[in-house]
């Protein structure tokens, strides 16, 4: 058993809410919240249809003020939505806003439980009881506060981080650039005309270009990549070397300080292996190397090495939406699962400005699933089928099969619209519409420790709520370093990172969760062991005092992991609002009978 502070001091508040139905369809809502009133740690326990809602959280801010509350616990839905939303309550109401605990009902109880409402509504009041438990043990916490460097690094100088630079700027924040070729644009350059408007690409560049250029706040690094990050958010030191310089060659080109840094590091085309659906033959292309042959091609007939092309069979998902067993695994022995959705409209744009430039071009197209999911990209795909581009669709576990045949070669495919009729097409050029794939930035991801997703993209740490956010504080991504994008999804991207980076550098300092590692020194026996298990350089270093060693967290650097508390024998370490006595408090609850609900 825990010893009890006074519950004359702690006085808990417990808000159950409804969720519209959300949640009070499956729980007792009001059984819950009667359960709570029980506990002798428990002022006040309500239920209510909207806790979220400004009449739900005066209700808390009325208590606090009216009754003498001082710890909340609000069963609802995730943590993730609105802590944030009742934090700010407790600060109106002139409470410490970390003596709050959220209790999630509805995506670990209603959601999950639906078939059996009793079994669920114990559940809840178990989650419940456990989160009382907590809070009641929660000392006042205060904000970690750093300085705030009002300068931004952007890695990548393709369209997003030309955009990213931009916005930053015009946020009135500095910003480096660090980009790894000679020239800005990136991928970018590599394309005519943009669908679906039909811009040139080269003028895109250029007028970009000749913004970032003319803007005294920005600072452009060519033929350069970082060698280095130290520091935390607010205060990141990035070193940038000249492309190619050895460990222990050239000096530095730059050593820049600042609060946040942004990558936007792009992605690679997917390189087919030698064999995949024909490539290596000389009569077999990617889609990117179609683009330049349409972008270099001169007179009224499309050649290649002297050889007139009449016919092109387009086959779509080359290193995309790959099932594992039929598909050749990567380096690194996983099949790319995911789909790059850019690809469809890119191959049926390439098929129509083909069909522009050679209108007596006949074209085949072999696709699993057409997805042209943009505004305008519908219309592209309409237009290629109406201008004679027939199409045949294969399912996922039976790929066309390629034969060379003199100048030309044979698919083979069987036409799912026609009931899987064997047909075999004989074209002139087989273009092989190629998927996006990570960048290789492993050096940077080691850097930071930075959070990679099963398709190895940099991962956000939530795709609705924080779709621009490592777990990383002060780090953002922006464009298809994160996956599949096109440009108008990358330049949106963009422009969120660097409206984020403005945010949280919009004043001298940052305040961040105090919910980090804290060492108690009378127990630290200075035996190393957190330093080995945590991952993040410098959160924690040693010292001596009165010639006793020690170890002291930084709490910039600190994530509050706690990946060195489970190694920490003496229980010297705890993460600040989990502290170990707060977790045996928690699991006891969990077991306790739900009959006789007692201070545990």
Request: charge should be negative; aromatic fraction near 6%; proline fraction near 4%.
């Amino acid at each position: 058993m825990n010893e009890i502070p006074d519950t004359d001091v702690a006085r808990v508040g417990v808000y159950v809410c409804h969720c519209g139905g959300n949640i009070s369809d499956v729980v007792d809502t009001a059984a819950v919240a009667d359960a709570a009133a029980k506990n002798p740690m428990v002022a006040i326990a309500r239920h209510y249809a909207f806790m979220c809602s400004d009449p739900g959280q005066q209700m808390i801010i009325d208590d606090i003020k009216e009754t003498g509350v001082n710890r909340v616990v609000v069963a609802a839905c995730s943590p993730f939505l609105h802590d944030l939303t009742f934090r700010s309550a407790l600060q109106r109401a002139g409470l410490n806003p970390y003596l709050y605990e959220n209790v999630n009902l509805r995506e670990q109880v209603s959601w999950v439980h639906k078939g059996d409402k009793a079994a669920a509504t114990e559940k809840a009041i178990r989650l419940t009881n456990a989160g009382i438990q907590r809070v009641f043990r929660q000392d006042p916490l205060e904000s970690i506060r750093v300085d705030a460097e009002p300068q931004v690094v952007v890695i990548g100088g393709g369209i997003a981080g030309l955009r990213s630079a931009l916005s930053c700027a015009s946020n009135g924040l500095k910003v480096t650039v660090v980009e790894v070729s000679d020239s800005l644009g990136g991928r970018l350059t590599e394309l005519g005309k943009v669908y679906p408007s039909g811009d040139d690409a080269a003028d895109l560049i250029r007028q970009m270009t000749d913004a970032v250029r003319a803007d005294d706040r920005i600072t452009v690094l060519l033929s350069s990549e970082v060698a280095a990050i130290d520091g935390y958010v607010g205060n990141f030191t990035v070193r940038v070397q000249a492309v190619g310089t050895k460990p222990g060659g050239l000096t530095l080109q730059k050593t820049v300080r600042a609060g946040a840094i942004i990558f936007a590091t792009g992605f690679d085309h997917y390189k087919p292996h030698d064999g995949e659906m024909g490539y290596g033959n000389q009569n077999v292309v990617t889609l990117p190397e179609f683009n330049a042959l349409l972008a270099g091609a001169e007179g009224k007939t499309l050649t290649r090495n002297g050889r007139e092309i009449r016919s092109v069979a387009v086959v779509h998902c080359i290193g995309s939406r790959q099932v594992e067993g039929v598909h050749e695994p990567g380096p690194d022995g996983k099949v790319n699962e995911y789909c790059s959705r850019v690809c469809c409209t890119s191959a049926l744009d390439a098929i129509n400005r083909a069909l522009d430039r050679f209108p007596n071009l006949r074209v085949y197209d072999l696709y699993k699933d057409i997805r042209t999911y943009g505004r305008g990209h519908e219309d592209i795909y309409e237009r290629t089928s109406k201008r004679g581009a027939l199409f045949f669709r294969f399912a996922d576990d039976d790929q066309p099969s390629f034969k060379p045949n003199g100048n030309g070669a044979v698919l083979t495919v069987k036409d799912v619209l026609t009931w899987n009729e064997e047909v075999e097409i004989q074209a002139d050029l087989v273009v092989l519409a190629t998927g996006m794939v990570p960048r290789n930035i492993d050096s940077l991801v080691e850097m930071l420790k930075l959070p990679r997703g099963t398709d190895r993209f940099l991962q956000e740490v939530h795709p609705k709520l924080r779709p621009v956010e490592l777990a990383n504080n002060g780090v953002f991504i922006a464009g298809t370093c994160q996956g599949p994008m096109d440009i108008t999804e990358s330049c949106s991207a963009a422009e969120a990172a660097a409206v984020k980076a403005a945010i949280l550098l919009s004043k001298p300092t940052i305040d961040l969760d105090p919910f980090v590692a804290r060492v108690d020194f009378a127990k630290c026996t200075g035996c190393n062991d957190c330093l080995g298990e945590c991952e993040y350089k410098g959160a924690l270093e040693t010292f001596e005092e009165n010639g006793r060693p020690l170890v002291r967290v930084n709490p910039a650097l600190c994530s509050g992991c706690g990946a060195c508390v489970a190694v920490c024998e003496p229980r010297a370490i705890s993460i600040a609002g989990w502290s170990l006595d707060q977790f045996d408090a928690m699991i006891d609850a969990f077991v306790a009978d739900t009959t006789e609900v007692t201070a545990v």
